[in-house]
């Protein structure tokens, strides 16, 4: 059986803060917050749809950095693939979300997130407060 793999990025800045996205669709998740990412297209690396999600959806060009975990279960059939990443180059926007927030050491839980993405935030936390 082979899986669609999904991949999201947590863009982190310089003071440790991570970006996080309030979803606006499906109606099953509008209003979640999630760490940006998407589908990997055919004939793509998982760091190339990484940096064209992020250009869609964000606006924004990333540097990918290293992968956090393994495979995150999502719903049948689907796994997500996460890693961290710093900007490049742009301001962050909400093109397909409805807000975007940095949430910032103390406030990494200040948002509902999705169930998916709530262990990736603990695991991330502690891969930055190690630092």
């Known amino acids: 059986m082979s899986v669609i793999v999904v991949v999201a990025a947590v863009i982190v800045d310089s003071g440790g803060r991570v970006l996080a996205a309030q979803r606006a669709e499906p109606p099953a998740l509008a209003g979640g ?6 589908k990997v297209d055919p004939g793509e690396s998982e760091a190339e749809a990484l940096v064209r999600e992020c250009r869609e959806e964000l ?5 990918v950095g290293e992968r956090v975990g393994g495979d995150w279960p999502l719903s049948a059939g689907y796994v997500m693939r996460v890693w961290l990443a710093t900007l490049a180059s742009g301001t962050p926007e909400p093109r397909e979300h409805l807000e975007l927030r940095w949430l910032g050491p103390g406030e990494y839980y200040d ?3 999705l169930g998916a993405d709530l262990p990736i935030m603990k695991t991330v936390e502690s891969i930055l407060l190690a630092d």
Not at 33 to 38: K, L, N, Y
Not at 59 to 63: F, I, L, Y
């Open 33 to 38: 917050w999630e760490f940006p990412g998407g």
């Open 59 to 63: 606006g924004v060009e990333v540097t």
């Open 111 to 113: 948002v509902e997130w």
